[in-house]
Structure formats: C-alpha cells, structure tokens
C-alpha cells in the first residue's frame, strides 16, 4: 500500500509540474486585421472617421495659430510629414514614436499602440483624404 502511495504522489506531482506553465499568447492588435472585415489584411482606415478625431490631441500646440502652423490639416500633413504607402520613413509616423532623430510628439506622453498603428495603418494604405 505504501508503494501505491508513493506512485501516486509521484505521478500526481509530474502531472501537477507539467500543467503549470505560462503560455505566451501573441498580442492582438485590432487594426491589423482579423477584426471583422473577413479575416484578411489591415482594416481600412478612414482618415475623417478614424485620425482626424487624434488630431484634436494636437490642436494645443499645432492649432492654427498662424496658417503657417496648422500641420494638422490634410494638405500640410502630405506636405512632409506624411509619405504615402510608407509609415517607417514618414516624419508624422517616426514622431509618434519618437525615432529616426524627430521629437516625439506629443511631448512627454507617447500614445497608445493601437493610436499609433491607426495612423500606420493609415500611412501604409496610402494616406487616402477618405
């Protein structure tokens, strides 16, 4: 009996070592993809429904005071900032991270991942004025 015992607490302390462990779930991001428009590629962003409502976050220091420095409309941002198809070399998108040797914008608070992608995505699918 005490060998039965003994196996027992064997092979329940192998089972109990081998079901714990952590598993590492990738990071879902909801605007690549897979987020209801059929499970195929990026979702379409839209730059008057989805990144002008960002850009209100910016009107503090980029508001208009002169018209000079209103880079937050749609002609001043493909004017420079924006490279359409390519986020990694656009000046808007390098800011929002805070690489490539440009400031990060806004100042002392970087933005949520899925912001940043938003506007990404939104690079990286033509900079479209939709």
Known sequence: MKKIFQLLIIVGGGLLLNSCYYDAYPEYDDTTGGGGNGGG??????YATDIVPLWSQCTGCHGG????LNTNSYANLLNGYVIAGDATNSVLYKSLLGTGGVSLMPPGSKWSDTKINLVKNWINQGAKNN
Do not use: H, K
Request: glycine share 10%; hydrophobic share 50%; no cysteine.
């Open 65 to 68: 005071i002169a018209p000079t």
């Open 41 to 46: 590629g990026a979702v379409d962003v839209s």
